[in-house]
């Protein structure tokens, strides 16, 4: 009876530990399906900063041609500006990132951020609007809260915050334009500028109280970095190596291409749905809400699968660029309204498949110290692709104005293209397992 009694204890202790070890698993998984509470003031962050944007850049266009007596091309300065500015603005401030810190930077841009607004508001020529735009581009903070991303996670949940952060994106600028036609209606460009300007300095107040510095971990690292600094130059000698990669170049361009097909769409489709599928604006305006959806799930739901392991990466890749090709060559063959949902849809997921394979090799294959100014690069070549879009979709739409749908057919053959190179692309990208 007593050996009888022991038995029992003994199993009754193992059953005990047995299920406290089961609870503290389950506690840690659940605790891991919750994004980071630091990383999760980024997505608030992002999200309202262009959010307040997507309100205003419809109300633009009509703003500089009617009040400000804008011609087509002036109007395209206006919105060419602010990617411009963003190809040395993203790298500028990616960089000084790595070297003063995150939250400064981003601070700095979300302040920027305000202030442009309310100028594009109160400015009364188009010059000045121009360069309020400009100034607006050059402050731009997205790649500097890749960085922040990077610092907070580990790189197997990289891709997963990143599309986190993509998809907040993609959200804030399919409802800022549905916002700004309700604000707009009621007073006017004038009004929407003044409730961004509220918005995005209450955005940066938020930021200020609650945003943490993401470096200040790597205090022990501090004077490591110093070293490295003074021997290469503060870090030039190390991020020309990274930047010279073949894979790391591969992947920029990569990134500029699959950017300029897809903003050669952006910027010529409410031209191609008026002539040839006869849409209003109300439709024009549902068709690319209907393709950010698509971007917003492509980042959300494929998150999961795109992690660093070179395969996984190479898949998503070959699949976001056969989207995004077959979605842009199909306008070419499309006279029916519903018909062109299809497309759109393989639109908005393809390019944001590739975008996110893009960040998340970039983050993986640089070092600590760099994450700011690879990411800011790489957002520099991203803005360099939207500048050049406008121009290079425009030449394509009047060389064969009378063919609508060759346009979509020569910017369709360049993601295709890409398919050929996406081995290279994620050949770099480490497979480390996480260390506990």
């Given at each position: 009876i007593l050996k009888l009694q022991f038995l029992y204890l003994i199993a009754g202790r193992d059953h005990h530990l047995t299920m406290a070890s089961k609870d503290a698993a389950k506690g840690e998984g659940e605790k891991k399906k919750h994004p980071n509470p630091q990383v999760g003031v980024i997505y608030v962050t992002v999200f309202f900063d262009f959010f307040a944007n997507g309100i205003v850049l419809p109300l633009l266009q009509t703003h500089a041609r009617s009040e400000l007596g804008a011609?087509?091309?002036n109007v395209g300065m206006v919105f060419t500006a602010y990617s411009a500015a963003s190809i040395v603005g993203s790298f500028v401030?990616?960089?000084m990132s790595d070297t003063i810190g995150r939250r400064p930077v981003i601070l700095i841009s979300l302040l920027m951020s305000s202030i442009t607004l309310y100028l594009t508001a109160v400015v009364?020529?188009?010059?000045a609007l121009i360069q309020t735009r400009a100034l607006a581009g050059f402050f731009s903070e997205t790649s500097v809260c890749q960085a922040y991303i990077a610092d907070r996670t580990h790189?197997?949940?990289r891709p997963k915050h990143l599309g986190h952060m993509g998809a907040f994106i993609g959200l804030a600028f399919m409802l800022g334009p549905a916002a700004g036609a309700l604000i707009g209606g009621f007073g006017g460009f004038q009004a929407a500028a003044y409730v961004t300007t509220v918005l995005t300095f209450g955005n940066f107040i938020y930021a200020y109280l609650k945003m943490p510095e993401s470096l200040a971990t790597r205090e022990l690292?501090?004077?490591e970095k110093e070293l490295k600094a003074?021997?290469?130059?503060?870090g030039w000698g190390r991020y020309l190596q990274t930047l010279c990669q073949p894979a790391?170049?591969?992947v920029l361009v990569s990134q500029f291409v699959s950017t300029l097909g897809f903003m050669g769409w952006n910027t010529t489709f409410g031209v191609f749905a008026t002539e040839r599928l006869e849409y209003t604006r109300r439709g024009i305006g549902f068709a690319f809400a209907w393709s950010a959806l698509a971007l917003i799930l492509a980042m959300w739901k494929m998150r999961g699968f795109v992690k660093n392991h070179p395969d996984r990466i190479t898949k998503c890749l070959i699949l976001g660029n056969v989207s995004l090709g077959i979605g842009l060559y199909a306008h070419a063959h499309i006279y029916s309204t519903w018909a062109i949902f299809l497309p759109l849809f393989a639109i908005g997921f393809g390019y944001g498949l590739v975008d996110l394979c893009y960040q998340?090799?970039?983050?993986?294959?640089?070092?600590?110290d760099l994450q700011g100014s690879m990411l800011g690069t790489l957002s520099s070549v991203t803005a360099l692709a939207r500048a050049t879009a406008p121009v290079v979709a425009g030449w394509l739409y009047d060389s064969r104005p009378e063919e609508l749908g060759y346009t979509y057919t020569v910017l369709g053959a360049l993601p295709i293209a890409l398919v050929l190179f996406a081995p290279v692309c994620s050949s770099k990208v480490p497979t480390k397992k996480k260390t506990e």
């Open positions: 011609s087509g091309f401030f990616g960089r009364s020529t188009l010059d790189p197997e949940d690292e501090a004077e003074a021997e290469d130059g503060l790391v170049l591969l998340t090799i970039i983050s993986l294959t640089s070092s600590k």
